[in-house]
């Protein structure tokens, strides 16, 4: 107990001593944590978004032509019905697709009121249960007398999840890159305190003192930094992300019918996220300092 209560209280010494490169280290690993943050962010939301369109748009909608009876229709339905890979097929009425845009639009619902006549067609509505029967299916859709035109957004969905990967290869990319030049700073802060009592630190080893012993204030000084760095960029990534949340939210939900990722679940995850890369960072950064004087 004794030498935690030495190496803990010789670390906030050594960090007071220090203040100055402290409060920059500190900085800049708040900076990058709240740049990290900002690409997590991203790609947490876009990932919730492809999910979201995957879920909505697993389907094929055959439109219609006006003179199409519902009869013919529901002949259509029962057809696909009968093909492999479909999971459910149904006719949906050109009141039935406005009520779902009013839905879509929320509150700005009220602005399709003014249509004097709708515009929609009807349409029948495949439900796709294996994705890599998908192709086929459309094509047989198009085979259909009295229809206008096929909508399948297999392609749109391809094309957010190809943006959703990049996001996340380049947050990757941009972290470890983000990660390095903080222990490099963390390391330089430490190595000035280290330079202070290079002579100390000669003398603890020719009484026999271990490598672990004389390292630990030093670790602990590195955690102090990126603990207290963690604490910051997460208070201000949380206020932030809930401004943001407040004022385009519901916008956001409006337009493409998808929520944001609720702030309360994501700071939960990112304290955790935080501290850990806070404690990596300044433990790694003090290791590095201290390796010189110790040999090891």
């Known amino acids: 107990m004794k030498t935690l209560f030495y190496t803990i209280k010789q ?6 001593r220090n203040l100055n490169m402290g409060i920059i280290s500190i900085f800049a690993i708040t900076c990058m944590l709240l740049i990290l943050s900002l690409f997590f962010i991203l790609a947490i939301n876009v990932n919730t978004a492809a999910e979201t369109i995957k879920g909505e748009y697993d389907s094929i909608e055959i439109f219609l032509l006006d003179e199409t009876s519902e009869e013919d229709a529901m002949v259509m339905v029962e057809d696909m019905k009968t093909q492999e890979g479909v999971a459910d097929a149904y006719y949906k009425t050109k009141e039935d697709a406005m009520k779902q845009f009013k839905e879509r639009w929320g509150e700005n619902g ?6 004097e006549d709708n515009p929609l067609p009807n349409s029948v509505v495949i439900i796709i249960e294996d994705l890599e029967k998908a192709d086929a299916l459309a094509e047989h859709a198009g085979t259909y007398e009295g229809i206008e035109d096929v909508k399948y957004y297999k392609s749109t969905v391809d094309k957010l999840l190809n943006v959703t990967k990049f996001i996340q290869i380049a947050a990757i990319i941009i972290m470890i890159f983000l990660i390095i030049v903080s222990i490099v700073v963390v390391s330089n802060t430490i190595k000035l305190t280290v330079f202070n009592r290079a002579d100390e630190i000669s003398i603890m080893k020719y009484v026999g003192a271990t490598n672990w012993f004389i390292r630990g204030p030093f670790l602990v000084e590195g955690i102090i930094i990126g603990v207290i760095s963690a604490g910051i960029s997460l208070l201000i990534t949380g206020a932030v992300y809930e401004k943001v949340v407040d004022m385009i939210g519901e916008q956001v939900y409006s337009m493409l019918s998808m929520p944001m990722v609720p702030g309360d679940f994501l ?6 996220i935080f501290v850990a890369l806070g404690i990596a960072i300044g433990s790694c950064g003090s290791i590095i300092s201290v390796r010189r004087f110790l040999n090891a």
């Open 11 to 16: 670390s906030f010494i050594q960090f007071g």
């Open 110 to 115: 009220y602005l399709l009121d003014s249509l």
């Open 267 to 272: 700071m939960y995850n990112f304290a955790w």
